[in-house]
């Protein structure tokens, strides 16, 4: 028997979901029942009737659908995926940025941890931010975090000024700098480029880039554009569908090396293994899921 096929009997016996973020190797990908950015699976591990998710992306992803669907079983095939976008605040450094602003509405990035979203009013992912701290009153002050890009972009979306930003990035995303737009630019005259908001090239370099998306909206961008090339600035796993979905457009890495490891360290064989052993569990103090959900809810609402 295939391993492919050992993962879709698995699947059946233990009435579960696949989950694949976009970043995942293509053969994840494809054997999955849902790909998306955060936002989107976060609503699909919500909706779905299986009692078991497995989440084949980072820890702070499958912590989230945990504790959208508690009494769903939510396995992650490795517990080492973390995430350094996650890993750059803890909920005692946050407590303290909140008692120095004291009434500030706290906006955290979905890549974080259960304990962090516990002390969030707001959660966001790349595709929502923006209309989430919209939301916020004018007059009040807003601490973002963790993601210093995805943060300054929002201000200069919204044009606020009481928005301040925790000094956190993602290490795969940072690298990709104004000075490496400079640098494709020259090779690929005239493509467009499509940016994650997380990379360190949506800053002085904003107006050379033609659209900000998430992985979901350059999944979307992909389906409908006639552009003869296009460079895309995130994690270079999302090609695989992109590539798939348009097979006219040729679209180039901004940057080839753009790998995340931790979203790597899932492979078949490990989803495999974790729905024949039903490792490794997510297990979170009801507590921290109680508050961590509401600021979850209102983003996913
Ligand atoms: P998306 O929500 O856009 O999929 O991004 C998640 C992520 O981890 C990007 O590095
Ligand atoms: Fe975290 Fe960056 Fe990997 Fe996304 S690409 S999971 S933000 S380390």
């Given at each position: ?121 707001y959660c ?10 919209k939301?916020v ?37 940072t ?38 998306l ?88």
């Amino acid at each position: 028997m295939s391993l492919e096929e050992e993962v879709r009997r698995l699947k059946e016996t233990r009435n579960a979901v696949i989950l694949s973020h976009n970043y995942q190797v293509g053969e994840i990908q494809d054997l999955a029942d849902f790909v998306g950015d955060s936002l989107y699976l976060s609503r699909k591990a919500k909706e779905s009737d299986a009692k078991v998710i497995v989440f084949s992306g980072v820890r702070f992803m499958a912590e989230t659908a945990k504790i959208l669907s508690p009494s769903k079983t939510v396995l992650l095939p490795d517990l080492e995926a973390g995430c350094s976008l996650a890993d750059a605040i803890t909920a005692d450094q946050l407590r303290q940025w909140k008692s120095e602003h004291p009434g500030a509405v706290v906006v955290s990035y979905v890549n974080t941890s259960a304990e962090v979203k516990a002390e969030s009013d707001y959660c966001c992912t790349s595709s929502n931010a923006v209309d989430i701290v919209k939301r916020v009153p004018a007059d009040t002050e807003v601490l973002f975090l963790p993601d210093m890009f995805l943060g300054d972009y929002v201000r200069k979306q919204t044009g606020r000024k009481n928005i301040h930003l925790w000094v956190g990035d993602c290490f795969v995303h940072t690298r990709m700098r104004p000075e490496t737009v400079r640098q494709q630019r020259a090779l690929h005259p005239g493509a467009e480029l499509i940016a994650h908001p997380e990379c360190g090239c949506t800053t002085e370099v904003l107006p050379e880039v033609d659209k900000v998306l998430s992985t979901d909206g350059m999944i979307r961008y992909a389906e409908q554009t006639r552009d003869k090339e296009v460079m895309v600035a995130t994690e270079i796993g999302i090609l695989h569908r992109i590539r798939h979905l348009n097979p006219t457009t040729s679209f180039v890495p901004l940057s080839p090396d753009a790998v995340c490891p931790f979203m790597k360290m899932n492979t078949l064989e490990k989803i495999r293994d974790s729905l024949r052993d039903m490792k490794f569990q997510i297990e979170l103090s009801p507590q921290v899921m109680d508050r961590a959900r509401r600021s979850l809810e209102r983003m996913i609402s």
